[in-house]
């Protein structure tokens, strides 16, 4: 009898919920069901047993606390057989909530494009919140739900490895990038059965770890962290991000995992957001390392008051959460509004409709083999290499070429071209990503002849295969090298001191340029990298990052001339590991100093100009631009006003292509100082052979306004120089204005 009642009060129960018109009364009334342990469970994620991206905890349990309703989401999880067999447990819960699948679709899933270093070299936001929706559409058919990306840390350090992972040095440029990666993952609304919750990370300023060291602290000024490192948080924000993952490490001494004023005071509070907080993996466990608590008890009632909504695999709320509840040092309305968050995701996912909504194997079969994905990646491959030197003229090269001779490490691997971070799957053939030699195969006619020598390996000593390498070199007519560091060299935990070529290999750039060929180097990492006689001694250099699954024939359309190099580099070359950090905005001194070498008492080194080696924004085209007529539409503005700026930009040259117009404004005197010059816009265009075009850039308050000591985001009156240019340090139009008070 008491069973059938029981069962009665749960069908009046569902009967009730469905009956519900809003998300909010449905989450409520939910909740209103649920144990104590119930809610505690839909804070806990767990990795699956596979694939694990970070250090795997062994839990033997897992599958009986799924169907105890103990654990709410999984990471790790790949394709619609895997995650539904897991929903199915999750479906055996008391309460039937379904779990949510995350994983790091971070620049593709099985279409893999650029690493986003790279992708964000492209400067074409188009293109950038293409390759998320194409990713987002593969994932979603694979039954993940949600990403965890887009990582918006600014990062001035090469030395960190996670740099490839984000957009590069500024805010400006970043918080455009960040915008529409999260507009791509999560397309028109969340629950459309091709859209992902993006997460965006990390929780905040990881990027300024001390040294470059991956984890490690960050310690800057609360003006530094508002104007340099909050704003792509804020611009994905105002996307409507739907989760946000904490960071590993401390902000000036609170570990960002127990950091009340980022996740409750800025992201809760002021920006006002909805979604929920996911620790990174196993960080709240971390805080005790930290010496910020002595325990996980402590550990999980820090996290959970400062904010932070699920713990992935530290299993600090599992197992402390009920006991901190029940001796009364964590209110039941902190659980309460974590929980909800949560619910409230899954609710507008449709999970609770139907809970297998992303587990259709017929869709997952058609998504990950869309031609029209191939086509994208290559198009958004070729938009994100960078020429860095192009001496007579030496690309393209033609087709007509009778013999090219395609040396080095990185030119035969496939896999390679995935670069970090690429989803592994398991089931799926790797043949469709295309290697370097495979493009060019692809790219040349009958009539050339391609020779091949691997020359060394990326790393080590031996220079063995130089021999064959030069003797090959002496058989072509053109020389093509493709060296750089390791695919897994950059990424999570790959903090390196040393940022030269690695190996041997340019030791093989010198005696290839040696036989007197036309050399091409082409330069794979996931970083700026070092490699100064390269770059002063061979006549045409490619920084080809790590470009996705198309990259043979992105490659391949770009040294032909079939697509026009366009991309610009966003973040800052350094001549030598000394110089870093280095970045274009920096605050001038009062001994400022030329970029050469250092004369007495200037701030400068005495061995090294202070320059970078390539500056930010800077990138080549097989055609020229000539910019004119800069105008402005009133050289006095008040706050309330704008002005209006125009330049010509005409294709001088013999070859269409696009050109990446960059808008650079410096405040001239502040009541703090300020950067020698900001990105305050840009604007890609494409120019046919002698057209002109007219670029349009509007000036107003906000392009004006930074932090003032006080916190206080305002504009100053006073002078304003404007410079509009083709990188950060070719300024080819210059202009000047005053704000009024």
């Known amino acids: 009898m008491k069973k059938i009642a029981t069962t009665t009060l749960l069908l009046a129960f569902f009967f009730a919920f469905s009956q519900q018109k809003t998300i909010d009364q449905k989450v409520d009334a939910l909740l209103k069901q649920m144990t104590l342990e119930e809610k505690i469970g839909q804070l806990n994620q767990y990795t699956g047993d596979n694939t694990a991206t970070g250090p795997i905890t062994i839990n033997p349990n897992k599958q009986s606390e799924i169907k105890d309703g103990l654990v709410g989401s999984m990471l790790n999880i790949l394709g619609t057989k895997y995650t539904r067999q897991y929903q199915e447990l999750a479906m055996q819960s008391r309460l039937k909530i379904p779990l949510l699948f995350g994983q790091d679709v971070i620049h593709g899933y099985k279409t893999t494009f650029p690493i986003p270093l790279g992708e964000a070299a492209s400067w074409d936001l188009a293109a950038i919140q293409q390759s998320a929706r194409i990713a987002a559409t593969e994932a979603s058919a694979s039954g993940i739900h949600w990403t965890f990306a887009p990582m918006v840390d600014i990062a001035r350090d090469p030395r960190w490895g996670r740099v490839m992972e984000g957009a590069g040095e500024d805010p400006y440029l970043g918080s455009k990038i960040a915008y529409a990666r999260v507009k791509g993952f999560q397309g028109e609304k969340l629950g459309d059965v091709n859209s992902v919750m993006a997460c965006v990370k990390h929780f905040a300023a990881y990027g300024a770890a001390v040294g470059g060291r991956d984890y490690n602290s960050v310690d800057m000024s609360e003006r530094m962290l508002w104007e340099v490192y909050l704003p792509p948080f804020k611009a994905a924000a105002d996307a409507g991000a739907a989760t946000f993952m904490n960071s590993f490490n401390d902000l000036n001494g609170i570990p960002a995992t127990g950091n009340k004023y980022l996740q409750r005071d800025i992201l809760k509070g002021k920006w006002g957001f909805k979604g929920f ?272 699954s198309e990259a043979g024939n992105a490659i391949a359309d770009v040294l032909f001339g079939d697509y026009n190099p366009s991309g610009k580099l966003p973040i800052t070359f350094p001549r030598e590991e000394g110089q870093i950090p280095i970045y274009y905005n920096h605050f001038n001194t009062g001994r400022p100093a030329p970029n050469e070498m250092a004369t007495n008492y200037v701030s400068a080194y005495i061995d090294l100009p202070n320059s970078p080696k390539f500056p930010f924004g800077y990138g080549l085209s097989y055609t020229t631009f000539k910019y004119s007529d800069l105008k402005l539409s009133k050289k006095k503005m008040k706050n309330t006003e704008t002005i209006e700026v125009t330049a010509n930009i005409t294709n001088t040259g013999k070859q269409a292509g696009e050109e990446v117009v960059q808008l650079y404004l410096r405040d001239k005197v502040g009541s703090v100082v300020r950067p020698i010059k900001e990105l305050k816009g840009f604007e890609k265009i494409k120019l046919n052979v002698g057209e002109t075009k007219t670029v349009k850039f509007v000036i107003d308050n906000q392009k004006l306004s930074f932090y003032n000591q006080k916190l206080e985001y305002k504009s100053e009156a006073g002078e304003f120089d404007l410079m509009i240019g083709s990188s950060s340090e070719d300024i080819r139009l210059r202009d000047g204005f005053e704000l009024l008070k």
């Open 277 to 548: 907080v996911v620790s990174d993996w196993g960080s709240i466990g971390e805080m005790v390392n930290h010496g910020f608590v002595k325990d996980s008890k402590e550990a999980a009632l820090a996290a959970i008051t400062a904010g932070s909504d699920m713990d992935m695999e530290s299993n600090a709320y599992r197992y402390n959460l009920a006991q901190l509840v029940k001796e009364n040092k964590v209110p039941m309305a902190l659980v309460d509004d974590a929980v909800k968050r949560i619910l409230r995701k899954k609710f507008e996912l449709g999970l609770f409709d139907d809970p297998y909504k992303f587990c259709n194997p017929e869709r997952e079969q058609k998504e990950l083999n869309n031609p029209e994905h191939t086509k994208a990646a290559r198009s958004i491959a070729a938009k994100s290499i960078v020429l860095l030197k192009n001496e007579k003229n030496i690309l393209p090269l033609s087709k007509e070429t009778k013999t090219i001779a395609f040396i080095g490490p990185m030119v035969k691997p496939s896999r390679a071209n995935h670069g970090f971070w690429a989803v592994e799957l398991k089931d799926v053939d790797s043949t469709y990503i295309v290697s370097q030699w495979k493009g060019l195969q692809n790219k040349v006619g009958e009539n050339t002849k391609l020779l091949y020598a691997k020359g060394c390996d990326i790393e080590g000593s031996n220079t063995d295969g130089f021999a064959e390498a030069i003797a090959v070199a002496n058989q072509a007519d053109v020389v093509i090298l493709s060296i750089g560091e390791g695919w897994n060299k950059s990424g999570e935990a790959k903090s390196k001191s040393n940022l030269h070529l690695p190996g041997v290999q340019e030791d093989l750039v010198k005696a290839i340029q040696a036989t007197g060929k036309p050399v091409v180097v082409l330069i794979n990492a996931g970083r700026p990298l070092i490699f100064n006689w390269t770059a002063d001694n061979v006549p045409a250099i490619v920084y080809t990052w790590w470009l996705g």
